[in-house]
């Protein structure tokens, strides 16, 4: 069992805690206890799909923002065979927020950009929370134009709270920044596929989220704005914060409802960090199929479809 848990999960972690008591009890009185042992197996499995398979709004970001899930980097070592970080926008300086580089997956080069959280307190600081300043978008699109100018598709993972709101990144022109990666990814002519792989907030989150096939995991959310965020507006407190994400529509079912994305990708039963080898696997799946499907295809028909894919969200036709 994970070192962190949620209210949610507890009758999980009481089965758990009983399984472990009749281990040591099966070894000091040297007694049988398989069968005993295998119900409670059989429990915590009931259990786990019980519980997962009716997740809130709020218990789907809480799991999201597990500190054990796995990041882009953790996700390049699983699935790329080389990678080669590449670092700066050429303009003020290198943002750790944001991570890319060249990279091979079963033998098919790519450009792999994605948030980057860290692991603990001290990286977390070091990657500024995965909170990107207008140099990491920057960044990100100079590396997307390399792509570009070498025919390579784009890979993006993105998991942020947001983009990094201090005075300074305004000053250095954050909007302005998110809003030009928005309009070069609209038409670049190469493939793009987009997975929101933990939180997908705001435009912190839309700035690398322009993509032939954006899809998000299965306990993920996506939204203008987070619910702490959203009731503090709202109601002047944190303390509806979880109203506030039902309200929000922001998980990955609600999303694929509304055609914001192109499809949700399955977790392991309990989420990313319980299996992080079998969800990178997966993803690598998709990534193979998806890009023998684009790059087949005439580059020019292909941002048509991309085009008309994002101007057709929020369009209303009243009857």
């Known amino acids: 069992m994970s070192s962190t848990t949620f209210d949610f999960e507890k009758p999980i972690v009481d089965l ?15 007694v049988d206890m398989s069968a005993t042992l295998a119900e409670l197996e059989l429990k915590i499995d009931a259990a786990r799909h019980q519980i997962y398979s009716n997740l809130s709004g709020w218990q789907n970001v809480q799991i999201s923002r597990h500190p054990e899930r796995p990041y882009t980097l953790s ?25 890319g580089g060249f990279a091979s997956i079963g033998g098919q080069t790519v450009m792999i950009i994605g948030h980057q959280k860290g692991v603990n307190t001290k990286m977390r600081q070091y990657r500024n929370f995965g909170m990107a300043n207008p140099e990491g978008y920057r960044k990100a699109l100079r590396l997307m134009k390399l792509a570009e100018k070498f025919n390579k598709p784009v890979i993006t993972f993105i998991d942020t709270p ?26 670049l002519r190469v493939p ?23 899809y998000m995991l299965e306990h993920t959310w996506y939204s203008v704005i987070s619910p702490e965020s959203c009731s ?13 994400a039902d309200c929000l529509k922001l998980t990955a079912d609600d999303m694929y409802k509304n055609k914001l994305i ?5 977790e392991p039963l309990g989420g990313a960090h319980h299996n992080p080898e079998e969800m990178a696997k997966t993803i690598q799946d998709r990534i193979t199929k998806d890009l023998d499907q ?19 969200m929020g369009v209303v036709i009243e009857s």
């Not at 929101?196 to 912190?204: D, L, M, T």
């Not at 192109?262 to 399955?266: F, N």
Request: glycine share 10%.
């Open 232 to 244: 503090s507006i709202l109601w002047r407190s944190w303390d509806f914060k979880e109203k506030a």
């Open 75 to 99: 996700y390049i070592e699983m699935i790329c065979d080389d990678f080669i970080e590449m670092h700066g926008d050429r303009t003020v300086r290198d943002d750790k927020a944001i991570v």
């Open 192 to 214: 793009i596929l987009c997975f929101i792989v933990g939180e997908g907030a705001s435009g912190g989150a839309l700035g690398i989220g322009i993509g032939d096939r954006v």
């Open 294 to 312: 684009l790059t087949k295809r005439d580059i020019d028909e292909v941002i048509n479809e991309r085009i008309e894919k994002f101007c057709a």
């Open 16 to 30: 758990q805690l009983q399984i472990e008591k009749v281990k040591q009890v099966a070894e000091k009185t040297k």
């Open 162 to 187: 947001g983009a990094y709101p201090g005075l300074e990144a305004e000053e250095r022109g954050q909007g302005e920044a998110i809003a030009r990666n928005l309009l070069e990814m609209s038409v």
């Open 262 to 266: 192109d499809g949700i990708i399955k």
